[in-house]
Nanobody
Framework: QVQLVESGGGLVQAGGSLRLSCATSGLTFSTTTMGWFRQAPGKERDFVAVISRSGANTLYAESVEGRFTIDRDNGENLVYLQMNSLKPEDTAVYYC?????????????????????WGQGTQVTVSS
């Protein structure tokens, strides 16, 4: 049984930082592409970042490029999202996602339907 469990969300002031973690189990982590998405109230679930199986390649949404960093620890089956210079518009529920298929490059992993497994989400609230 595959499980993804996010943690690290919370309330932070604009300009602050948070580091999200996603602990995984039940999958072969080193052969799984990992992504982060977010969903604000009343909006669709949006792509934030993706990291390749080895961790060598990453891709970010334009809105977070230069502020957020995704990385992974294949020894501990963890993926992280370091979020700096947070803005009120970053407020959302953040979801960790995983997929073990071979869809191609990380550019093929920017839509929710590209992922097979999801965590329950963690709330991030940025106050102005």
């Amino acid at each position: 049984q595959v499980q993804l469990v996010e943690s690290g969300g919370g309330l932070v002031q604009a300009g602050g930082s948070l580091r999200l973690s996603c602990a995984t189990s039940g999958l072969t982590f080193s052969t799984t592409t990992m992504g982060w998405f977010r969903q604000a109230p009343g909006k669709e679930r949006d792509f934030v970042a993706v990291i390749s199986r080895s961790g060598a390649n990453t891709l970010y949404a334009e809105s977070v490029e230069g502020r957020f960093t995704i990385d992974r620890d294949n020894g501990e089956n963890l993926v992280y999202l370091q979020m700096n210079s947070l803005k009120p518009e970053d407020t959302a529920v953040y979801y960790c996602a995983a997929d073990g298929r071979s869809l191609g490059s990380i550019y093929s992993y920017t839509r929710p339907r590209d992922y097979s497994y999801w965590g329950q989400g963690t709330q991030v609230t940025v106050s102005s």
